[in-house]
Each structure stands twice: as C-alpha cells, then as structure tokens.
C-alpha cells in the first residue's frame, strides 16, 4: 500500500568510509542526536537573510525577527499542548531547562525523582531536600515507588520528576499513571520529554503533567536551543535564572525590576535562529506524527527482535521485553567491549551507534547487575530515525550477528581516541 511521507533530513544518502570502500552511513545514533530536517534547513536559510535583535528595536529587521521569536514560541506552545497559564521558555538543551526549573522551585520543594532518570533530569535538584526512587522492576512497581515515597515524605511544595522515555531503554514511562498519582497527593510533575516528543506527541494536558522540557537537537533541528514549558507561577516568583538585557522592566540606581513570563529568564540576545528551527522541526513532526510513529515502530520492532535473536547478544529493558517503547535498543555482545562493537560497527559497516552509559549511569549499572550481563560494564546503544531505512537494520543486524559469532574483522588499538583498526 502507500506509504504515508516523512519529513527528510538533511543528510539522507550521506556516503562515510569504511575499511572496505565508501558506504551510505546508517546512523543509529538519533537518540544522542539528529540530523536537521531539509524544512529545518530552508526555514533557517530564510531567517539567516534578514535576521536582527529580538526585541530590542523598531528597525524592519528587529521588528521582523521579533516575530519569528514569537511564532517560533507559538509553534512550541501548540507542540507540547500549553494551556492558558503556561509559559513557553526558551533555553539552551533539557539540561538548561532542568537546571531554570530547579533554580525556580519554592525553597521548602522535595523532588522525587527515580534513579533511572538521565542525568540532566537526576542532578540539578541538590539544593533542594530530594528523594531518589530506585530503578524499578516494572510498572506495578513504579506505581508503588511513588505512592510510597509520596506518602512518606509530605510537604507543601513537591515535584516529581519522570521521563517520557528512557533514554538507555526506549521504554515509554506510564506517564499519565504516575503523573496521577502524583496529582493526587498535590505534587507537581515535570516530564523529560527529551526521547518522548521526538516519537510521540506531547501534550502537557492529556499527560496530566505541570511542565515539560526537551532538546532541539533531538528533535531534527541543530543544537543550542532547547524548551522547559509549563505553570507559570513559580517562573515568575523566582529571580531570573540569568540576570541582564531584555529581563528587566526598569533598572535605576535604587533597583531592578524584572520582567514577568518568558522573557524574566531569557535575559540576553535570544537564539531566535535556534528558535525558529525548533519551532520548523516541531511543525514538520506534528504535521507527520502518525507516517512517523508507523516508521520507527516498524523498525524499531525489527531492530529490536532481531538484536535479541542473536547469540552472544543481550538486550536490555527495564520492565518487559514486550513493554511499548520508542525505537530504541541497548545491548551488549558477549566478551567483547561495547566501544570496540561500536568502533568496529563504524569502520567495518558504516553503523553509527552510542557506546558508554548514556549519562545514565545509575540506570546502566542497575540494568547491568542482572544476572545475563556477564562482565560488561558499558552498553551499546542502537536508536532508529526519520531517515533510517530496513537496509540499515539489517545491515546492522548482520554486523552484530558476524561481530558476535567471529569477532572484528580487523585488528583494533585502544587508543586516545577509543579504539581505531
Ligand atoms: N534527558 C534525556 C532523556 C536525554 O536523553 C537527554 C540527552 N541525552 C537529556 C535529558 C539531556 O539533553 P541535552 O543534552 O540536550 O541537554
């Protein structure tokens, strides 16, 4: 039958060497990274021509800039389904946004926070009183972490931190579930929708969460701007996360005052390049949701039930292996040193994939600790995108199959640089 269209990426078809000749790359690697998309591309090409200081003057350009600033803004509120008395804040990446938010919570705030979270999500809580969840062993036992530790620890202001969708695992979260049980004990919820919005849509409503934060550059849009959305209230009753330009309603000698809404924590001159190409990056992935979510789940099943047919190969996931999740896939090749699999998967196949922890490293290690693990203490990470095709995942597939069975073709050093033939 036909297939629904996909937005395109920049790099579809980009040619990388390896020992044995030229090959097209299959990057396995969008869940660190994606490439832009081409309406990425031509909506920054456009803005590049004419682009001014946002708000601070009557010139064409400003004037102009400006309100691209503000449509970008409009394009993210209706992304993430922001409802009156949302604030859309620009920032730099998720990492930025989760450290706004922290900066922002009332003094007296308990963060509840699971210890699978990446890190970004797991450490800008310090100076806050915060309760680590541990890693749970499935979803009956999220619920019941939660409820616990909420039960345990009362107080006026608490905000539960939870993931869209793991970034070690793909596992989509039982957000909604969790979110619930937050709300009903009068708790707050942030989602890192970091791995989520890329796959699924995000709609701070239906989720039933208080704010959502996520990353341009994993969105199809290049790096440097980033969102944290949500309530309103204790935005504004903060001091600016950065003080300066564009924060300020008036500065005189006796004083400041700031400005409310976005722009008290946007101070300086806004990436307004960088907001535009979100914001063209969230349009394309709402106008496609449905052809992508048919795409990635098609291979990331492929992917994923392919890994875990091979001997030699564990696969990983925190719940159960049939659990819904993005296509994502973590896994480890017996005897052989995950950034080995992933530097011979590159020289040898033209595979792009992750290797480490994941800034995760409470999640690895956890994962790790089952009994299959054997000595491994890093993963390989394999996640699928817009422009990778069956080919890829088969190719893939059959470099992990060969890799498992017969080890690296070449001969490799640990050098500098990692491994290299
Ligand atoms: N949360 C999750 C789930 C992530 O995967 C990442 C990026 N790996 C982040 C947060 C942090 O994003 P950034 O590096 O863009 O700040």
């Known amino acids: 039958g ?30 660190a990274s ?15 021509r004419t682009y001014s200081s946002v708000h601070r003057g009557n010139g064409w350009a400003s004037r102009v800039t400006s309100a691209w600033y503000e449509q970008a803004r409009a394009e993210v509120r209706a992304f993430v389904g922001a409802r009156d008395g949302d604030e859309v804040v620009f920032t730099r990446n998720s990492t930025d946004s989760f450290n706004l938010l922290a900066r922002c919570l009332p003094r007296d705030t308990q963060v509840f926070v699971f210890e699978t979270e990446h890190h970004a999500a797991l450490l800008p809580w310090s100076a806050r009183r915060t309760h680590r969840l541990p890693v749970p062993g499935s979803v009956a036992d999220a619920t019941v972490l939660l409820r616990t530790a909420l039960r345990e620890h009362h107080g006026r202001h608490r905000l539960v931190v939870l993931a869209g969708a793991s970034n070690v695992t793909g596992e989509v979260w039982p957000v909604r579930e969790l979110a619930a049980i937050a709300r009903a004990a009068g708790a707050r919820v942030v989602l890192d929708a970091a791995q989520y919005a890329p796959h699924r849509p995000v709609d701070l409503d239906d989720l039933g969460v208080d704010y959502v934060v996520l990353s ?14 949500g309530r309103s ?7 600016p996360y950065l003080a300066g330009g564009g924060a300020t309603k008036a500065v005189t000698t006796r004083g400041v005052v700031w400005q409310e809404g976005a722009a008290r924590h946007e101070a300086g001159s806004p990436n307004v390049i960088g907001a535009v190409a979100l914001a063209a990056a969230c349009h394309s992935l709402r106008t496609h949701a449905a052809a992508i979510e048919a795409h990635e789940s098609l291979l990331g099943r492929r992917l994923l039930e392919g890994l875990a047919a091979i001997e030699g190969v564990e696969t990983y996931s925190l719940f159960s292996p049939d659990h819904e999740r993005v296509a994502v ?3 480890t090749v017996d005897g052989i040193d995950s950034s080995l699999v992933s530097a011979a998967l590159s020289a040898e196949h ?4 992750r290797d480490g922890k994941f800034c995760a490293h409470l999640c690895v290690d956890s ?14 990470r394999a996640s699928v995108g817009l422009a990778t095709t069956a080919e890829h995942v088969d190719r893939l597939l059959a470099a992990v199959a060969e890799l498992a069975e017969h080890g690296p073709r070449a001969d490799y050093v640990l050098g500098a640089q990692g491994w290299a033939p």
Do not use: C, M, R
């Open 2 to 31: 036909e297939t629904a269209p996909l937005p395109t990426v920049v790099s579809e078809g980009l040619p990388v060497p390896t020992l044995d000749g030229t090959v097209d790359y299959a990057n396995f690697d969008h869940a």
């Open 34 to 48: 994606t490439p832009a998309l081409v309406s990425v591309k031509t909506a920054v090409d456009s803005a590049l």
């Open 216 to 229: 341009g550059h994993k969105l199809y849009a290049p790096f440097g701007a980033g969102v944290l959305a």
């Open 233 to 239: 209230d204790w935005l504004d009753a903060a001091a």
């Open 329 to 331: 896939a973590t896994f």
């Open 350 to 353: 033209g595979i792009g994939v």
């Open 367 to 380: 994962l790790l600790d089952d009994a299959y693990a054997g000595d491994a203490t890093t993963a390989v």
